[in-house]
Each structure stands twice: as C-alpha cells, then as structure tokens.
C-alpha cells in the first residue's frame, strides 16, 4: 500500500510565504513524477507544478516566478515553495504522484493522491 502525507499548509497574509511538503511510502518502486494540484473554492482542480524523477519541471502560468517546486528522491518527498501569495492562491493543495509500487509478482503503475492541505491567503 502507498500513501502519500502532506504537511504545511495554513493560514497567511498576501505577501507572505508556505511550504509544503508531501512524502510517498509503501512499497514503492520508483515514482515517475511527483506535483502539486489545488482546487479553490467553486472552481475545478488544476495542476500547479510537477517534476519529474530527471527534474523536468512545469508550472502554470499564475504561480510562475512565485512558487518553486523541488524534489529529494532520496527522502521521495516533494516540497512546494510558495512565496508572494496572493489571495486567488487560497485552495485545498493536493499532492500527486505516478508511482510504481510492487504487487508480486509484477510492478503496477498508478497515480495516487495525499489528502488535501488548506492554503489560506488574506488580503
């Protein structure tokens, strides 16, 4: 079983900064990316920012120059920089990651998700 446990979310004013962090555990084989996906309240879940086990990153435009995505592959932990926040930023963050996990005899590849962090920017 794998599972995925985030951290850090909360309550802050526009300008200010969070980070959060999500590790996978279980059986894992290796997790082919790793990202962040919100959902704000009445609008629909959009991916924020992935990467890749090489260290290819995306982003959607809003966050751009704002947030920093990294990974330790070591640790498999993702973590989400965000700094300049701005009230429309307010929304459940999700965690996310393909991630082949062993089920003997054979690898299978699923996508799993963590349970929601609360990200909340005051104006």
């Known amino acids: 079983q794998v599972q995925l446990v985030e951290s850090g979310g909360g309550l802050v004013q526009a300008g200010g900064s969070l980070r959060l962090s999500c590790t996978a555990s279980?059986?894992?084989?290796?997790?082919?990316?790793m990202g962040w996906y919100r959902q704000g309240p009445g609008n629909e879940r959009e991916l924020v920012a992935r990467i890749t086990y090489s260290g290819t990153i995306n982003y959607v435009d809003s966050v751009k120059g704002r947030f920093t995505i990294s990974r330790d592959n070591a640790k498999n932990t993702v973590y989400l920089q965000m700094n300049s926040l701005k009230p429309e930023d307010t929304a459940v963050y999700y965690c996310?990651?393909?991630?082949?996990?062993?089920?003997?005899?054979?690898?299978?590849?699923?996508?799993?998700w963590g349970q929601g962090t609360q990200v909340t920017v005051s104006s």
């Open positions: 279980g059986s894992i084989s290796s997790i082919n990316y």
């Open positions: 996310n990651a393909r991630i082949q996990s062993f089920r003997p005899p054979t690898v299978r590849s699923d996508d799993y």
